[in-house]
């Protein structure tokens, strides 16, 4: 199905299933321990071996000697697979890095060999035999060193994001040297890392030249293609199944070390592999968000309106890497008439930087909308209205694109009243609850809605059972609950009468998940393929497929009807296709809202920073499962916290490494840190998107958090922190302790 | 993790025999930390001595009117023993600051007070350390260690001991019961328990091998408002950047003891007449040689307002 003129009437638009609020239909799986993820197929590999990774001890050179012998020797050792026994491989599209290294070595905890031995604890015990000889090699670590000569670079995310090098609009520099109130500061966000629960894990199963993995994948049509390319076979020789997926956040995008060397181990052993990356070797073996450096510069009139707006960020990657595009929310969220966007790339040999959470718009915002908040208050002016009044309903670079819907505005008025705005004082450090200096914080929540094409087989069966299959996955997310929710609308029948079967690359391919485009994409994909088996059912039964109503499990025309079950037959019906955007997205703009409004304390002493309460008010098109949407919102507003108060991988600019790489030293948010959020959607179908009307809310949770926090720390505290995370010791080296 | 032998001890003076007798041998009782670190071979203990079956865990009455605790005696009972929360609450705050209910049900009195450093460099076995590999360096020095040493500290290593019951314990004036290999006794005062690293970091406390912790006694009661302030990023879960544990008394006198700053918790008695005077006046004092690196200097001020914040709670609660 082609999708290029904006949705009509359909029969989604009745909403007796989607739209409600529903219970995942994984979650009493997930939470009674009966999912079963991807290292824990025991039925389908009982038989298999563990295979252990070993990580290079070093940033950048060579292998220069490799002593494998006691570890070939240890007690149950099958096989070792290193860069000499594993035959040339490619490289995935999406890989910047090798996943497999040596002799030469690009990166800390490349993977340079895999043990592969009878138990677990034996490959781990012999792993730790290997004896590696390093010619260490000149890298570069210093993210500021390297911008100093950095050159300009545009790119695309992968997940949505893109820019290109300098984009311009009008004339930024007179325009800003001209106006009344400028803002010039630059703002820092570190590197994050990922740190999903589950780590990325496989199972290997050669059967002749034909590989299965159980795997732990977001995008799993993506990953069939860059196994098969990594390992050099036919792309139709390679299965993905992954149909549970214990978080990804952009970290299991792409085809990661445990599906490669489990493959290679399996066919070393020639049985089937297990591997799962070592917890300590994560975060350097695998993919983080790059820290960038950010200038913004903001010029008004008195009035408030901007003039001119400039950002320009840096940051670092592995060669052939790509650069966070920070800047990317920029080009569209403010009105002003003079703009300037640019991105520069620095060259590092620290781990490979990629997409997680909202790449671009997450960090971009926590400088943007801290910004903001110091140009309001430059203004003398309150920032939920400077926000307000430099709302633009076009796009700001082409005014007679328009927005397919904008309501960044009523997010933050409405915003504004529930959560209590007005008892806000501008001036810091007015309020205090016993040892806790007490601010609140704004900030706009912006991120685009990507549509991908996206296909599904649905099927019913003589007993009237709807079966959707289709290769998109569920990473916590929901999937599987508004996949169901949308076939159990689309045919007519309850809930409980649809299977969804996920993450199996032998069904069609799906959208994936990534860049907030899954729940709006693949759910219009299987609408297409509900219609499809919609006309097959009413030719059938020889109905007009104009004049037919599928409701209460039963197929109806005039004065026909006929249950579902027996429409099916004996045989059952089955149909499949896709839905396939055309070029409404070029029209108009599609964009997703939100206002996001925090409360914190700041202990006046120790400059401690606790959240206290959280608001986020969403404009993103039809929510189709207001509990799971307000779980995903959730869920991306602790990210937030964990990035605006703690989460940071701190950079060994001598060894070149991230130093705290396990869940001890890298810190996220813990339960005590949210005591209280509270999520607001507003009413909202966007035509323009799909015939779900539907856009992604998944990374909108997340885009601008950071910002209202540190916006909050600074009307508590009156300490603006501009290099994130804002820590206690950030805050006690800008203030005097109060008693 | 490297294949080791295991036993269960039968009495206290056995397990210290069965230790001694093993060179690379070790106790195991709650296994919170241990275990971890044999996965990571940073701990390669050739022979396990388990001691959970020994009778340790009770708590009882001392004759000089104090307790005494029993080394296997758990965290999480520990924590919530009526008479620890009553006259000893700085104890029972510090230990509930710490870990998570699932480590603490695990883990012990006398294991707690061994816990090793959280030093990102010693975990990490491809890097230089002078704890783990004596004589190999120091990759902590000059390198990331805002959560590390200010004092204490020396030119081999900058770790920290990393707990909270310690801390309070010391502020506490607990003694360490042990029985050595031969069967005799010996009591350690808290203050001589942990060592400062020197030149030695591989080694952490001044037990001889072999030598099992068999109890903690607590004085008697002093009374006093008590508080431990457990400063860090997120609000539970987390090792302290500083922590304060404080007995402080109606007249503005009292004890502290600091955690998170050096090799063992950090007390200096003659720094604590200053203490009606405020922290401003104490943490001089306290601090004095202080050697923080850039990463960390924040803990200095952060010493005061931590005191300060502690003094003035102390103030609000007599």
């Known amino acids: 199905m082609k999708f290029d003129t904006p949705a009509g009437q359909n029969p989604i638009d009745q909403l007796k299933v989607v739209g409600k609020p529903t219970d995942r239909i994984d979650g009493k799986f997930k939470t009674t321990g009966t999912a079963p993820y991807a290292y824990e197929r025991h039925d389908v590999a009982p038989d298999a071996a563990y295979g252990y990774v070993v990580g290079a001890g070093i940033a950048k050179g060579r292998i220069a000697g490799m002593d494998l012998a006691a570890a070939k020797a240890a007690p149950g050792v099958l096989t070792i697979v290193t860069a000499d026994t594993a035959g040339t491989l490619g490289k995935g599209d999406m890989n910047t890095a090798k996943l497999l290294g040596g002799p030469a070595v690009d990166h800390y905890h490349q993977a340079i060999a895999l043990v592969v031995a009878e138990t677990f604890e034996q490959a781990r015990a012999a792993a730790a035999l290997i004896r590696v000889d390093y010619a260490r090699g000149q890298g570069r670590f210093d993210l500021d060193e390297a911008l100093k000569t950095a050159p300009l670079k545009g790119d695309s995310s992968g997940e949505g994001s893109s820019a290109p090098p300098v984009d311009r609009v009008g004339k930024f520099e007179q325009a800003f040297a001209a106006a009344p109130v400028q803002l010039d500061a630059v703002y820092e966000t570190p590197d994050q890392s990922h740190a999903m629960m589950e780590p990325h894990a496989s199972i290997a199963r050669w059967q002749g030249d034909e590989l299965t993995l159980w795997t732990s994948n977001q995008m799993i049509n993506w990953g069939k293609g860059d196994v098969a390319k990594t390992l050099g076979i036919p792309k139709e020789k390679v299965r993905l199944i992954s149909p549970y997926i214990g978080g990804g956040f952009g970290g299991k995008l792409f085809v990661r070390a445990d599906a490669v060397l489990a493959a290679l181990g399996a066919r070393q052993a020639g049985r089937p592999v297990k591997v799962t990356l070592q917890r300590p070797l994560m975060i350097n073996n695998t993919t983080h968000r790059p820290a960038t450096r950010q200038r913004i510069r903001l010029g008004a009139g008195k009035d408030g309106k901007l003039v001119a707006i400039a950002h320009e960020s840096g940051s670092g990657d592995l060669p052939g890497g790509g650069p966070e595009t920070a800047v990317s929310q920029t080009k569209l969220l403010y009105a002003g008439a003079n703009r300037l966007t640019s991105m520069r790339l620095a060259v590092l040999d620290l781990p490979e930087g990629n997409a997680m959470r909202a790449p671009g718009e997450a960090p971009g915002l926590m400088a943007l909308e801290v910004a903001m908040d110091e140009m309001a208050e430059k203004l003398g002016m309150d920032p939920v209205q400077f926000r307000i009044i430099n709302d633009t309903q076009v796009d700001p670079e082409k005014p007679n694109r328009k927005f397919s819907q904008r309501q960044l505005v009523e997010c933050l008025r409405l915003g504004a009243d529930k959560f209590g705005w007005a008892q806000r004082s501008a001036t810091p450090r007015a309020k205090r609850d016993g040892a806790w200096l007490v601010g609140m914080g704004v900030a706009s929540g912006f991120r685009n809605n990507i549509t991908m094409k996206s296909g599904a087989r649905v099927g019913i069966d003589r007993k009237g059972q709807v079966t959707v299959a289709t290769d998109m996955t569920d990473i916590g997310t929901g999937s599987y609950t508004i996949i169901a929710q949308t076939a159990a609308e689309m045919m007519g029948v309850p809930l409980d009468k649809v299977t969804v079967l996920l993450g199996d690359s032998s069904f069609p391919t799906a959208a994936g998940s990534g860049g907030q485009w899954g729940a709006n994409s693949s759910t219009a994909g299987v609408y297409a393929a509900c219609m499809k088996l919609r006309e097959a059912v009413a030719q059938k039964l020889g109905f007009n497929s104009n004049d037919v109503s599928f409701a209460d499990g039963k197929v109806r025309s005039g004065n026909r009807s006929v249950p579902l079950a027996q429409a099916a037959g004996t045989s059952g019906l089955s149909a499949e296709d896709s839905i396939e955007f055309g070029d409404l997205a070029k029209k108009e703009q599609q964009s997703t809202f939100a206002g996001h409004f925090v409360e914190v304390g700041v202990h006046a002493y120790t400059g401690e920073i606790r959240i206290r309460r959280m608001l986020a008010v969403c404009a993103a098109g039809r929510i189709l499962n207001p509990k799971s949407a307000r779980s995903q919102v959730i869920g991306a507003m602790t990210m937030g916290v964990g990035a605006a108060l703690m989460e940071e991988l701190a950079v060994d600019k001598r060894f070149g490494f991230f130093v705290n790489h396990d869940l001890a030293s890298y810190e996220v948010p813990v339960h005590a840190d949210i005591p209280h959020q509270e999520v607001i959607f507003l009413d909202e179908v966007d035509p323009m998107s799909s015939p779900m009307k539907a856009k992604g809310v998944g990374e909108l949770g997340l885009c601008g958090v950071g910002a209202a926090i540190a916006n909050a720390v600074y009307n508590a505290s009156g300490v603006r922190v501009r290099e994130y995370p804002v820590t206690l010791d950030k805050v006690i080296a800008g203030s005097a302790m109060i008693a | ?318």
């Not at chain 2, 295991?6 to 001694?20: G, H, I, K, L, M």
């Not at chain 2, 431990?228 to 007249?251: G, T």
């Not at chain 2, 200053?274 to 952060?302: C, I």
């Not at chain 2, 010493?303 to 609660?317: F, G, H, P, W």
Request: net charge positive; glycine share 8%.
């Open chain 2, 1 to 318: 993790m490297k294949a080791f032998t295991y036993e269960r001890a039968t009495s206290p003076a056995a397990a210290a025999a069965a230790v001694a007798a093993r060179p690379g041998a070790k106790f195991i009782a709650g296994g919170t930390n241990l275990l971890d670190l044999m996965k990571l071979e940073i701990e390669a203990p050739v022979h396990l001595v388990d001691v959970n079956t020994l009778s340790l865990d009770k708590i009882e009455p001392t004759d000089s009117g104090g307790l005494r605790i029993g080394a296997l005696v758990r965290n999480t009972d520990l924590a919530a023993d009526p008479r620890v929360r009553r006259d000893y609450g700085v104890l029972t705050r510090a230990i509930v600051a710490g870990a998570s209910g699932q480590l603490r049900n695990k883990a012990t009195t006398a294991g707690n007070l061994l816990q090793r450093t959280r030093c990102p460099y010693f975990y990490d076995t491809n890097q230089p350390c002078n704890k783990r590999k004596p004589g190999s360096g120091c990759a902590a020095i000059g390198g990331y260690s805002r959560q590390l040493g200010i004092i204490g500290t020396s030119d081999a290593c900058i770790a920290t001991y990393p707990g909270d019951m310690a801390v309070a314990m010391r502020v506490l004036d607990a003694t360490v019961e042990t029985v050595q290999p031969s069967g005799a006794t010996r009591r350690i005062p808290i203050t001589d328990f942990h060592r400062l690293w020197g030149d030695t970091p591989h080694i952490d406390t001044n037990l001889q091998p072999g030598e099992l912790i068999t109890a903690v006694t607590l004085p008697k009661p002093v009374g006093g408002t008590h508080i431990y302030h457990k400063v860090r990023d997120r609000a539970s879960y987390a090792y302290a950047l500083v922590s304060v544990a404080a007995i402080v008394q109606r007249d503005g006198s009292g004890h502290v003891a600091i955690g998170g700053i050096a090799p063992k918790p950090w007390r200096v008695e003659a720094a604590e007449a200053a203490l009606p005077q405020g922290a401003k006046a104490v943490t001089p004092r306290l601090l004095a040689g202080a050697r923080p690196t850039k990463d960390n200097s924040f803990k200095v001020p952060l010493v005061e307002r931590t005191l300060a914040a502690v003094l003035a709670q102390a103030k609000d609660a007599a």
